[in-house]
């Protein structure tokens, strides 16, 4: 499967994925608002996708919150619209001119498979409690179908500059977890810049 594992519990497994071992990865969905959603888009970025089922939709905002402000500290304290413009933090050391990859934290719902009618309603639920950051809504399954998903709380997936799968967090990251995401995630920006 070309996966280490980094680190078990009973609630929490970690798995970082070597690159050489990877294709990029294939994933598309659509958002709250009928919107295409592909990670295809978003080549040249490093990719941070949270997502949980219903149960765990409020860990997984303030997990996504927590992980956004990281990245992009001056969306701290701003309404979700101003905070999702807010710019990504500048990689130290780049050459003048040399941007920083930036880093998009994206929410999947996963709500599963249903019929074609509930999926309006579900789209009309979610584009009213978040009608200013797209959601990525997941009704095939496809989440939890490859990377497993945690029932009821966050889950969170990396992915390079490439598009290639990178690191694997399911259920609530500990601190060691975070510790382990950050570091990851600057690694992968620096990697995506050479």
Not at 19 to 33: H, K, S
Not at 60 to 70: I, P, S, T, Y
Request: glycine share 6%; aromatic share 6%.
């Amino acid at each position: 499967m070309g996966m280490n594992r980094i680190a078990a519990s009973a609630a929490l497994f970690l798995f970082a994925i070597p690159a050489f071992a990877q294709m990029p990865t294939p994933l598309a969905m659509e958002d709250q608002f009928g919107k295409k959603a592909d990670l295809a888009d978003h080549r040249g970025e490093v990719v941070i996708l949270v997502y949980g089922d219903r149960k765990g939709t409020e860990a997984c905002r303030k997990l996504g919150e927590r992980l956004h402000v990281a990245w992009h500290p001056t969306a701290a304290g701003q309404p979700p619209a101003k905070a999702h413009a807010a710019p990504v933090a500048a990689l130290a050391g780049l050459p003048l001119g040399k941007k920083s990859p930036d880093v998009k934290v994206i929410p999947v719902a996963c709500c599963g498979k249903v019929p074609a009618p509930v999926r309006a309603v579900i789209r009309s639920q979610v584009a009213k409690g978040s009608p200013d950051v797209p959601v990525w809504l997941d009704f095939t399954n496809a989440m939890k179908t490859y990377f497993t998903l945690t029932a009821s709380e966050p889950n969170v997936v990396v992915f390079d500059a490439a598009g290639r799968l990178r690191l694997k967090i399911n259920g609530t990251p500990d601190k060691p977890a975070l510790d382990l995401l950050a570091k990851t995630v600057q690694e992968l920006r620096l990697e995506a810049v050479k």
